[in-house]
DNA sequence: GTGACACTACACCGTGTAGTGTAATAAATA
DNA sequence: TATTTATTACACTACACGGTGTAGTGTCAC
């Protein structure tokens, strides 16, 4: 893993890692929590047990602190993405029969749900970076908007190549993969802001059954 | 800025309705546009050629001009619904097959994208709305946010009913078939804010044939 | 001690902006 | 024409917030 090594701005101090992560903490909170907008620095300062002034010699600013936060959080659910496709499926999973798979892409699903989804609030978090996105043009790792879905599809196409699954469009299919799952988790029941709050577990597993009736090979 | 918030009828402007209309225009625009708190007041009044004043004797302040916009928005989408659905979903219709069933779908929901969604950026609306959304306790019609799904749902119950669909969730099939077509243009390619823009009917198409794929009756 | 450094506390600046009060003016009405 | 009403133009308040400068304090190494 690379670490930044870089100077995005001058004159900033290294500081001690456990501030650094206070303040980087407060500010993903305080982000996801009440939106980037109305959130104050001092705030975050507060939050972190730290003055402002340090805040600024940390990282240069408000922006730039809003950038930090992206990329940690895009990062974590990048690993958290790999690793639930390591340990559900894999390229030496046993997966030999349709009902195999099926259950191997719920486990898949429940995973990434439980690590990144639900802890802190990840579904306000999206919604963070799809409407303050536009403050976020030179994010570094633009890799945060197309790995998951592109590591989805490499392993729909694969289950695809064994006969388990009928793809013709590997990245559409990952497409309605996320939609009937995670999505239907982040924004709560539709795109028109429900109130409900169904239980995690079953919205994910009926969404990924529905996608396997989809995308099942008969 | 935690004074009042009540004053909804009293001591408003009735005024004339095409300045009202001019006003709740601009409003609408720039809020999408801009984003809620991005968007000024003077701005608003600017572009409905209006003095500021003027907004403030019409409308309340700000925050109510959020809740009339939102309300009417809203009212827009459910009437496109609806009429959408009448026009191809109705009771009268002659969906026999099962053929014709997934093509009345399509058109249904394609309907819907092209004359609400795309109009406008609508999409982007739709973030003001779960983004801003925490101002909006007090929405007078929460109708905006049950309705859609509700009447797409009843529809799919009646298809099932008929033998057309295997649905035993009604509810949470509509929310697979909102996923899998609108939800997906809304947020461009999954949830992870993809930059690509591919054509919007296609996406529907496929969206609602996988819908299909998933909950015909075999 | 002395210096280098990290950090805080705090005052301060500039600016953007919600919201109000009011005088002047245009338009409708009597 | 006189009067009332709608609307504007504009000044003005209040305030929150991003960002900076700086004085002072604690700490550690030499």
């Known amino acids: 893993m690379d670490h930044h090594t870089r100077a995005p701005t001058k004159g900033l101090r290294e500081g001690s890692p456990l501030k650094r992560r206070a303040i980087l903490d407060a500010a993903r909170v305080l982000f996801v ?60 999973a046993s997966l030999t029969g349709s ?42 790792g633009h890799s945060l908007a197309d790995a998951p879905e592109n590591a989805i599809a490499e392993r729909l196409a ?16 990952a497409d309605h993969f996320v939609a009937l799952s995670f999505a239907l988790v982040i924004n709560n029941g539709g795109v028109f802001g429900k109130p409900s709050v169904p239980d995690t577990t079953e919205t994910i597993t009926e969404g990924v059954r529905a996608f396997f009736r989809a995308y099942s090979a008969r």
């Open 33 to 92: 929590a009440e939106g980037f907008e109305r959130t104050s620095v001092d705030a975050v300062a507060l939050r972190a047990n730290v003055s402002k002034r340090t805040v600024y010699d940390y990282y240069g600013g408000k922006s730039t602190l809003l950038v930090r936060v992206v990329e940690e959080v895009g990062q974590a659910l990048m690993d958290s993405i790999h690793l639930a496709i390591r340990a559900h499926l894999g390229d030496e």
């Open 99 to 140: 009902r195999e798979l099926e259950a191997a892409l719920i486990a898949f699903a429940l995973q990434v749900a439980s690590s990144t989804i639900e802890s802190s609030d990840y579904a306000a978090f999206v919604k963070l970076v799809s409407t303050e996105g536009s403050h976020l043009t030179e994010m570094s």
């Open 158 to 173: 694969y289950f695809a190549r064994e006969g388990l699954l009928e793809v013709t469009n590997a990245n559409r299919a």
